[in-house]
């Protein structure tokens, strides 16, 4: 698909803008500041690269398999046989949306240890149902009459699933994992507490151990992230939504 | 009437076609049968709820009958594999049911593709379609439904529907959403299509104005789709087969009738006429001894020009041009007697000038050749009611 005109791209350079300019604000300042040997231990290429990285992962890994988890279990709820269903089963999902993050971490450590999984599960669990909804919601909006017009011209039940519905459900869905993908990356910090590493130790440090810039780093790096991701997400939905429709 | 059929062979065979739902304790359609000639227009008509829609959408099987048969060009379809049943039968929708994210062209193609046309085949095809429901293929084929007006996204519509070269087109209230004007130039598309196409057309609509204009045959539908009547518009508005027939069709049958008769069913006055270049004395004289105290003046070409009359011509005028009242109400034989009267309460003059395709005068038709055919209408209508009693009445005899 090729890009269509410049409208569709515009005010998606801004994000990345504000991420070089917090960047840039950030190392100036540190360079300015008289950095001790616990402080250093902690802010230099090596030791943020590795958090940074570990956080990305934990987010996009959490966030493609709630794709994974949500897309299916969406298509199914939306199917004749299954609609009506579809409110019973979204309130109770909606239970474990109102469990905290953080406990559910707590409560899935006491039973398989920390780790990088046991974060990935909790965030999954906590993003899983907005995205659902958003799935389902995306499908439910698609006019019937055009369901009806590709059923009428011979398409099969799948056909009008891929070539129909699904495209069709391409903004909605989207829109709903880029914002679950950037809750996720500020609630990925909580990582920290079952061992999975991430920028929430970065913080964690900086607050533990009463030294500002440690704190300042951690937090400005978490916002890039989100930031980042937030752009990626635009940059996905502009180009992956079908053309012609608004 | 022209017969626009393969006479005999019925390409639509529906027979003791019944849909209950469940939950209802009355059938949606009971026991419907009809059957619809290659080649033929035919229109449901019905109020709301008569189950109309439902019946067509038994022909491609959205709706699955309960109970009953379908039979396509001679071949039961009743039970057959319902995705491939529906590439032999096109179809259109009032919401045009065109995919948004797709361009025009790719619409038009979905068909031919189901059907496995190879590619050149496909492209050759979309052009040809969009040419023929009057859509440019270079301006349009590219771009996206929401690009285009209502009126030209139900042409895609249509010619989506064709693409695929099924022998049967299912159109439900295909103008339905579409403003006066739009409908009505998308009626006279959809008859002029169907004049090159010939395909079996059922089209549903609730107006009973577009059946008797499109169809060549109605089915008016009555209660859960009992058939009140089917048959040509003319049988329809002339004989209704029962009150409720008459109800529907409405005020205004005899003045709805005159849509069917085209202008060439009744003769043509001639009329006293002159060029633009005689002599006015000698068109005076011609005005004077005229039974209507005028004549018609026409150009090197035989066009009509102006009405010329006594008045006229006092002071005689040294030449023709620019004299009398502009002879502007000119219709052609495929007019109907309704346009006639239309323009003719409309306009002054001693009636509508018929030309030809070139423009050329062949005659006047007045309110008096009107109001004779409207006569010869009703004639014969009572004949055949008359007759019908007969036979009525030699059957009750003989029981």
Same mark, same amino acid.
């Given at each position: 698909m090729s890009g269509g005109g410049r409208g569709r791209w515009a005010g998606l350079a801004a994000r990345p803008l504000v991420v070089a300019l917090l960047l840039g604000g950030l190392w100036l300042w540190l360079r300015g500041q008289e950095l001790d040997s616990i402080e250093r231990r902690t802010i230099n290429a090596d030791y943020l690269l590795r958090a940074t990285r570990e956080h990305l992962w934990l987010t996009v890994v959490a966030t493609l398999a709630v794709a994974a988890l949500a897309l299916p279990l969406g298509v199914l709820l939306t199917r004749p046989a299954l609609r009506r269903v579809a409110p019973g089963v979204l309130t109770v999902l909606g239970v474990g949306q109102a469990v905290p993050a953080y406990g559910v971490m707590v409560l899935l450590t006491l039973r398989f240890g920390v780790g990088f999984r046991v974060a990935a599960v909790a965030l999954v669990a906590y993003s899983l149902l907005p995205v659902l909804r958003n799935v389902v919601t995306g499908i439910g909006q698609v006019d019937p009459a055009l369901v009806e017009a590709g059923r009428g011209m011979g398409m099969s039940r799948a056909a009008v699933l891929w070539r129909i519905e699904l495209p069709l459900a391409v903004p909605v869905v989207l829109t709903g994992l880029r914002t679950a993908m950037v809750i996720g990356a500020g609630v990925a910090t909580l990582a920290t507490f079952v061992g999975a590493g991430g920028l929430g130790d970065i913080i964690i440090n900086g607050i533990k151990l009463g030294r500002t810039p440690v704190l300042v780093t951690g937090s400005v790096l978490c916002a890039c992230v989100a930031l980042a991701l937030d752009w990626a997400g635009a940059v996905a939905e502009r180009a992956l939504s079908p053309r012609g429709v608004s | 009437m022209p017969d626009r059929t393969d006479a005999g062979r019925p390409m639509l065979r529906l027979r003791e076609l019944t849909k209950r739902y469940r939950g209802q304790d009355r059938p949606a359609v009971d026991r419907l049968s009809l059957d619809v000639a290659a080649g033929e227009l035919m229109v449901f008509v019905g109020p709301s709820g008569c189950g109309k829609t439902t019946t067509l959408k038994m022909i491609n099987r959205l709706v699955e009958p309960t109970s009953g048969s379908i039979e396509l060009d001679g071949e039961d379809v009743t039970h057959v594999d319902p995705n491939r049943l529906r590439r032999r039968i096109g179809y259109v929708i009032q919401q045009t049911?065109?995919?948004?994210?797709?361009?025009v062209g790719a619409n038009v193609a979905l068909v031919p593709r189901l059907l496995g046309w190879p590619s050149a085949r496909v492209r050759a095809r979309v052009d040809e379609m969009l040419e023929l429901v009057g859509l440019d293929p270079a301006e349009h !084929?590219? !771009?996206?439904? !929401?690009?285009?007006s209502g009126g030209q996204q139900q042409r895609v519509g249509v010619a989506r529907a064709l693409a695929g070269d099924p022998p049967v087109l299912l159109m439900d209230e295909p103008f339905g959403a579409t403003d006066p004007l739009t409908r009505e130039r998308l009626q006279n598309e959809l008859l002029r299509v169907q004049a090159e196409v010939r395909k079996t057309i059922v089209l549903v609509t609730h107006d009973i104005d577009e059946a008797i204009k499109l169809g060549d045959r109605i089915a008016v539908f009555g209660e859960r789709s009992r058939l009140a009547q089917v048959g040509t518009p003319d049988e329809v508005l002339g004989r209704p087969a029962d009150p409720y027939v008459k109800r529907f069709v409405g005020a205004g049958a005899s003045l709805k009738r005159l849509h069917l008769v085209r202008l060439d069913a009744v003769p043509a006055r001639p009329f006293p006429t002159a060029r633009v270049t005689d002599d006015p004395a000698l068109v005076r004289d011609l005005v004077v001894r005229s039974r209507s105290g005028s004549v018609l003046l026409l150009d090197a070409a035989e066009r009509p020009v102006a009405w010329v009359a006594a008045d006229d011509l006092t002071p005689l005028p040294a030449d023709l041009a620019g004299v009398g009242l502009p002879a502007t109400a000119t219709l052609t034989a495929e007019a109907t007697l309704h346009d006639a009267l239309d323009v003719m309460l409309g306009t002054d003059g001693a009636g509508v000038i018929l030309v030809d395709g070139d423009g050329r005068f062949r005659g006047v038709v007045g309110l008096d050749e009107v109001m004779a055919h409207v006569a010869r209408l009703h004639a014969e209508s009572r004949r055949h009611d008359v007759a019908a009693a007969a036979a009525l009445g030699s059957a009750e005899g003989a029981a």
């Open positions: - | 049911g065109l995919l948004p994210h797709l361009t !084929r590219d !771009r996206y439904p !929401r690009e285009l």
